[in-house]
């Protein structure tokens, strides 16, 4: 105490403006080491590797095709974007993107999901058949759709690129294997060749070569789909996939004048439920914690969703070049990231009532993941924050 008072007394024999100098120069290298500490902690993703942006899936024949390049809207987009800042436009996000193929893209993350992935798949394709299916022939080229447009063929990429030949018609299903060491790669391709139909086509499988997250995954996905709108699940079929009609319908409700609208499968009517109730007080007290510090971290429209973890999220075509070329995240927050970045580029986000079930063998650390996700909501929001990231 007579330390901190003797020092007091000796800092008042310091002139006003020297004292301003020294705490401002304090404050000052406070925050450039801040954020040289957050430039170094805030993950940067990998590019992906020449062989993850391929894929194989079952021939007519029923044996398994040679890996083939898939096409990658995000690839395009790139160019066009290039282009136009060489020629000054820096507001190029609104350059569009390629036409669909198709009427609806999932995409599925997948690690050593050999045990619970095709009772997902199962139910996930008896309903994509049933809603959207007649889908449009493949070619022998690539497995892609190719299509006719008044009497000739356009193509990019290495793909075709046509309009919908109906509405509401065509589906596809990306299967991103995230550097899994089971089989879950033979489990999605053997899945896709017991169908013993033409649906066997349309499922696609990618594999990773190394692990990346979640957030990784379903985001490497997205990058190649080829629907009007595109969804992903997660491979235990927590969700109710029939629900995606649902969430088809609400998003073209919301969606604004360049077609962009996300719709957001929700959990949070289940609060309450013998779902949540019999879950243990740990879990139930360490998810409410997350909630509340989600709603204090992120900007408003996005704190405004009451379930931001759902595993279940739809987005129209036009959405996507607004956010998944600015994805960092790969962990379990990416979701929190994608809405972030939906609601600074004014797409409207609506949130959907879905149902859900908890299935055993999830690999969620309750408490070690819950408090690594507070950790990588605070480093992301920061990133973006202090210009760290940077949508450029």
Known sequence: ???????????????????VLIFGSTFIGICVLSFF??????????????????????????????????????????????????????????LGIEEAEIFVSLVVPAYNEEDRLVIM?????EYLEQEYGASPPRTSENGNVKARLNGHTSATNG?????????????????VSDGSTDKTIETALNFAKDLGTKSSALIRVVSLQENRGKGGAVTHGLRHVRGKYAVFADADGASRFTDLGKLVKACQEVEDSQGRGIAVGSRAHLVGSDEVVKRS?????????FHLFL???????????????????????????????????????FDVEMLMLAEAAGIPVVEVPVGWKEVKGSKLN???????????????????MFGVYRRY
Request: glycine share 6%; proline share 9%.
């Open 366 to 384: 309750v408490l070690w993941d819950s408090l690594g996700m507070a950790w990588s909501l605070a480093i992301l929001r920061a990133a973006w």
């Open 121 to 125: 798949l199962t139910e996930a394709v």
């Open 159 to 175: 793909h075709a690129v046509q309009k919908l030949a109906k509405p509401n018609q065509g589906w596809e299903i990306l299967i």
């Open 295 to 333: 709603r204090l971290l992120t900007p408003p429209a996005t704190a405004a969703i009451r379930d931001t973890q759902c595993g279940f999220k739809l987005f129209s075509r036009p959405s996507l070049p607004y956010i998944i070329p600015y994805m960092h995240s790969e962990g379990w927050i």
């Open 1 to 19: 105490m007579e330390c901190f008072r003797q020092t007091v007394i000796e800092s008042q024999s310091i002139p006003l403006p020297l004292l």
């Open 281 to 289: 007080f740990l879990r139930n007290l360490l998810m409410h914690s």
């Open 37 to 94: 500490i957050l430039f170094i902690v805030a993950p940067i993703p990998r590019p992906p590797t020449k062989a993850e942006k391929s894929f194989k899936c079952i021939e007519p024949d029923g044996s398994v095709s040679p890996t083939q390049g898939l096409p990658c809207w995000q690839d395009i987009h790139a160019a066009k974007k290039i282009g136009a800042q060489k020629r000054g436009d820096f507001s190029s996000d609104g």
